[in-house]
């Protein structure tokens, strides 16, 4: 197969002053501006002319002018240019964190109630322009989906031996759900026996293995009536005297005057943290993110 003579590559040096020439007419003003000397960029014109046969200047015009041949370089390089100048900025406005954006993973309710709204508002705040994208997912979801890339950060219930970069940012604990006026609500602790009885309304979130291990520990089974995903359903079941629950303490809404919360004994606590994997980061924005949940403190302040 015949190589076409345009199968090289074009030297941009050329194209840059075929274009300063169609602007100033002149030769030697636009080796000047390149900082190379008039006869380089003559050479270098005279070659492209001789590889392709064609002429990329009008030369008995005065000033010079290109011909339909040369404004098409002179198009190439502006065009280069731009893209260029484009690329560069949108590498400053990343490395000094002006555009973004983190996917971010969400277990459900604890996160949503108490811990993401404080934390993404406290980082939009230092960098407004990286924006953040939570998507909610059931827990065993959840690790898979960071496992594959699908988020960059997923804020999880850590495991024992959580196999995922973690970042700890707050505890959390198991607390019973009572109707109002049950028979246990003035009990200052409740253990698996005392929920034995009662029906029982098991969650289907991050803390379903937590309360059924729990009650295994104690060698009972519950009577469960119901299993449900959402919080706001499984208050709504309590509150209607249908069955008592346990659900973490950080994913309850305002529930006064709805229910009745108890601690459990033994207690049952958990760490929530922001996960990753050990790969790095597919952009600089989850980066600064991470970089940014670091520095909070376990159980400290609101992050700001």
């Known amino acids: 197969m015949k190589t076409l003579p345009g199968s090289q590559d074009l030297p941009l040096t050329v194209a840059r002053a075929l274009d300063l020439i169609g ?14 000397t008039q006869p380089a960029v003559s050479k270098g014109i005279a070659q492209l002319e001789a590889r392709f046969g064609l002429s990329l200047l009008q030369r008995g015009a005065r000033p010079l002018r290109l011909t339909e041949e040369g404004e098409a370089l002179a198009r190439f390089a502006r065009q280069s240019d731009l893209a260029q100048s484009q690329a560069l900025g949108a590498l400053e406005d990343a490395r000094s964190n002006r555009r973004g954006t983190v996917r971010l993973g969400s277990f459900g309710s604890s996160a949503s109630f108490h811990i993401l709204p404080k934390t993404l508002a406290a ?14 997912f059931p827990d065993d979801e959840l690790r898979k989906v960071l496992a594959e890339g699908l988020v960059d950060v997923a804020i999880l219930s850590i495991e024992v031996n959580e196999t995922f970069e973690v970042l700890p940012i707050t505890a959390d604990k198991l607390v019973a759900l009572l109707p109002l006026g049950h028979a246990l609500m003035s009990r200052r602790q409740l253990t698996a026996a005392d929920l034995a009885d009662d029906p029982f309304i098991l969650t289907k979130g991050g803390s379903g293995p937590l309360v059924e291990r729990w009650f295994a520990q104690a ?12 919080v706001n359903s499984i208050v709504a079941l309590v509150q209607a005297g249908l069955g008592v629950s346990i659900i973490a303490e950080q994913a309850l809404p305002d529930v006064s005057g709805r229910c009745h919360v108890v601690p459990l004994h033994p207690t049952v606590p958990r760490t929530i943290g922001f996960a990753r994997t050990g790969r790095p980061f597919r952009a600089h924005a989850p980066d600064t ?7 909070l403190e376990l159980l400290g302040p609101d992050p700001g």
């Open 23 to 36: 602007r100033t007419g002149s030769v030697s003003e636009a080796a000047e501006t390149l900082g190379v």
């Open 123 to 136: 980082f939009a705040r230092k960098h407004p322009g990286i924006s953040l994208e939570v998507q909610e």
């Open 219 to 230: 060698g009972i089974r519950p009577r469960i009536t119901h299993t449900i995903l959402q």
């Open 289 to 295: 993110f991470w970089q940014f949940c670091s520095r």
